[in-house]
């Protein structure tokens, strides 16, 4: 936690000191919004059921040179969506449940040396927007997860439309989770955890020189080396936490884009195997850049 604190009050001190300089912000920003309907007779044939879906999603990034020795990289990601179903006796629809949900928000500061490699630190969070685990009662923004670390970033390429640089460097991590399950009272509780250990960091993101396909993969690998606390018996959280996302954006105007998306994420206390998440959407789109 100590570790955490650090580079929580580096950061602040780094935006204060530095949030009077004139350098603007180049901004980048991919914005979506779909929606999907499917309809049915009470009387039509086969198994097939009505669904509406709708969801919101933005990916947007913003730079600034602050000073010559001084950069910083903020990426927002943010995604919001519900589904509501019929039921093929009856004709009634279900009320909407939560199909897309996911907060990712991001800062890197980082110190050019014009060298092989460059120091930086970051300051992570993610969260939901609505957790209905308890079905009694729903809490918004939960669970929290906020990572800081600080070591040295390479860019093995860095041009116009493509990217490639990778990060290692200690890592703190802090979770509070105000809906957690305890499987001997059956009770929901607070819980709250740290640990401390190695964070690998790789970013690649490719488009056309039109920039109307454009692809984005981010691989994370997380490795605990000390924890505040041990639960249980076992010892899995001693294993990496890796997630791999990767999203294919294509606009097929200036306002209608399909977007394909494929996340994958290993955590052995939460499962044993890995777990994958797909998402195709096509949809009003705005984008932005300067």
């Known amino acids: 936690m100590l570790f955490l604190k650090c580079i929580t009050g580096m950061l602040v001190f780094i935006a204060l000191a530095y949030s009077q300089q004139n350098n603007a912000w180049k901004i980048s920003s991919v914005s979506n919004l779909s929606l999907a309907l499917n309809y049915y007779s009470q009387n039509w044939d086969g198994g097939d059921m009505g669904s509406l879906t709708w969801q919101a999603q933005t990916n947007t990034t913003a730079r600034r040179a602050i000073t010559q020795w001084l950069e910083n990289e903020s990426v927002f990601k943010i995604g919001f969506g519900q589904t509501k ?6 004709g009634n629809w279900s ?6 949900d996911y907060i ?10 014009r060298a092989f490699i460059d120091p930086y630190t970051s300051l992570g969070l993610t ?17 929290v997860e906020i990572t800081g670390s600080m070591g040295a970033i390479r860019d093995i390429f860095r041009e116009d439309n493509l990217v490639l640089s990778f990060r290692l460097g200690a890592a703190g991590r802090y979770h509070i989770d105000r809906d957690a399950l305890d499987t001997l009272t059956m009770l929901r509780e607070t819980r ?3 640990d401390a250990g190695l964070e690998v960091v790789g970013n690649y ?13 981010r691989l994370t690998v997380y490795m605990a080396l000390i924890r505040s606390e041990e639960e249980g018996d076992d010892d899995y959280w001693r294993y990496p936490d890796i997630s791999w996302d990767n999203t294919l954006s294509i606009n097929i105007n200036r306002y209608v884009m399909v977007q394909l998306n494929l996340q994958a994420l290993y955590d052995r206390e939460v499962d044993r195997n890995i777990r ?3 998402t195709s959407s096509i949809g009003l789109t705005y984008s932005f850049s300067n």
Request: charged residues 30%.
């Open 192 to 194: 709250r955890t740290n």
């Open 85 to 90: 179903t019929q039921d093929k006796e009856t």
């Open 127 to 143: 969260s939901r927007f609505v957790d209905k685990r308890d079905t009694a009662y729903t809490r918004y923004f939960n669970p």
């Open 95 to 100: 009320s909407p449940f939560v199909s897309t």
């Open 104 to 113: 990712d928000i991001e800062t890197v500061f980082r110190f050019p040396l």
């Open 276 to 278: 994958y998440k797909t």
């Open 205 to 217: 993101t490719q488009s056309n020189e039109d920039e109307w396909l454009k692809f984005i993969s």
